[in-house]
C-alpha cells in the first residue's frame, strides 16, 4: 500500500514538458491572407511570390506548432525573437510574446503577428527564434532559424 501511494505521488509532482515543435514564418499580402486557397500547394506558390515582391506584402505572421504534457504550474507563453537588417552598429530586434492555454492532449498552434506600422519600420527578418516558457524563468523548448 505504500509503495502505491509513493508512486502515486511520485507522478503526480512531477513537472510538465514542453516543446516548439515547428515554426511557419509566412508573410502577408495587404488582405493579411498568407495565401489564397487552403491548398498546401497554392500557400507555397503565393508565398513564393510575397518574397519576390515586397510591395505587395503588409506584414507576417508566425504560426508556432507547440505541445505540453502534464499540468503547467504557471502560465505558458510563447515568445518570438526577431533580429532584422542591421541599422549602424547594431541589428534590430524586437521581442512579440503571446499567453497560450493547454487544451487537450495534442499539439497546438499560436500566431504571432508582425504588421502595420511594427512591419514597416523594422524592415526585414533575417532571424528568428521562438521559445515556449512556463512562467517567467523556465524555458520548456524553442526553435530558431539557421541564421540565429
Do not use: C
Not at 11 to 21: C, I, K, L, M, R
Not at 85 to 102: F, S, W
Not at 117 to 127: H, I, N, R, S
Request: zero cysteines.
Amino acid at each position: 500500500m505504500v509503495t502505491l501511494l509513493s508512486l502515486f505521488l511520485a507522478f503526480s509532482v512531477q513537472a510538465g514538458t514542453g516543446t516548439v515543435v515547428k515554426v511557419l514564418p509566412l508573410f502577408l499580402d495587404k488582405k493579411e491572407r498568407h495565401t489564397l486557397s487552403p491548398s498546401l500547394f497554392e500557400r507555397d506558390a503565393y508565398q513564393a511570390e510575397l518574397r519576390l515582391k515586397p510591395e505587395l506584402r503588409s506584414g507576417m505572421v508566425y504560426r508556432v506548432q507547440w505541445k505540453f504534457k502534464g499540468k503547467p504550474s504557471a502560465s505558458l507563453k510563447i515568445r518570438l525573437e526577431l533580429r532584422g537588417v542591421a541599422q549602424g552598429n547594431l541589428p534590430k530586434q524586437i521581442v512579440i510574446e503571446q499567453p497560450v492555454q493547454k487544451r487537450g492532449w495534442l499539439t497546438q498552434w499560436a500566431s504571432l503577428y508582425l504588421k502595420g506600422e511594427d512591419y514597416k519600420t523594422f524592415g526585414e527578418v533575417v532571424a528568428w527564434r521562438a521559445t515556449l516558457w512556463e512562467g517567467e524563468d523556465l524555458l520548456l523548448g524553442s526553435q530558431q532559424s539557421f541564421l540565429w
